[in-house]
């Protein structure tokens, strides 16, 4: 069964703390994707990957940034959370069409 | 600019009855579709698709209708059940690209009531 594992199901942070939230794929795709869902606001890219040491930004990237160094690993990195960033961050993988996603984290800045 | 649009927030249904949900897109270079379904804590999960080659695809109790004319796109879920009850986000891609990045929707919340 393929899967997409995100670290922590639920995480709080404190407001100016540097966050690391990682993800992990097992399918071997070349295409990996950060985004954030909001209440009326659906799910917002922030970046992506199409392969190893490779990142596009997305359509939210301010306060982002993301990490891949190996295929299968994929992290985002709140540099200075803020409690805007307050969010369900969802990570997904891609080899074709569609996409695989983990289950999700929880975050809340306080 | 949101370039794919649901513009119900939420709907409510009974059991046994048809839901539809609604979806436009505005980038006439999308030519393929998905909707997802995400409950509370869980990551989306893939439901059903459509290339722009097709104006219908089934699969079971769902059917997704597109419309390129009008850049609409219907999911009908035919009969409603309870465990249904879901946000559903539509998604829309342009095949050939690098990274088939989807752009979504906002999604809508359907509920199915008992």
């Known amino acids: 069964d393929v899967k997409v594992t995100q670290s922590s199901r639920y995480l709080v942070k404190r407001t100016g703390e540097k966050v690391f939230l990682e993800c992990v794929q097992d399918m071997d795709h070349e295409n990996m994707f950060w985004y954030r869902q909001d209440p009326g606001l659906g799910l917002r890219l922030i970046y992506f990957?199409?392969?190893?040491?490779?990142?596009e930004k997305g359509d939210i990237p301010e306060g982002y940034s993301v990490s891949r160094e190996k295929k299968e690993r994929f992290s985002l990195i709140l540099e200075s959370a803020s409690t805007n960033q307050t969010s369900m961050y969802l990570c997904a993988s891609s080899g074709g069409y569609g996409y695989t996603f983990g289950s999700g984290t929880r975050l809340t800045v306080v | 600019d949101q370039q794919v649009k649901q513009n119900s927030p939420s709907l409510s249904v009974q059991e046994g009855r048809i839901s539809i949900l609604n979806c436009d897109y505005t980038n006439s270079m999308f030519d393929y579709f998905l909707w997802y379904k995400k409950y509370p804590a869980e990551g989306p999960t893939f439901l059903i698709s459509i290339s722009s080659i097709k104006d219908k695809n089934e699969d079971g109790r769902f059917t997704v209708f597109l419309n390129k004319s009008a850049k609409h796109l219907s999911l009908h879920i035919v009969p409603s059940q309870p465990g249904d009850s879901a946000v559903y986000f539509c998604?829309?891609?342009?095949?050939?690209?690098?990274?088939?990045?989807?752009?979504f929707g906002t999604g809508t919340l359907l509920a199915v009531q008992p």
């Open positions: 998604a829309a891609t342009t095949s050939g690209g690098a990274t088939n990045k989807l752009i």
């Open positions: 990957s199409y392969d190893v040491k490779m990142k």
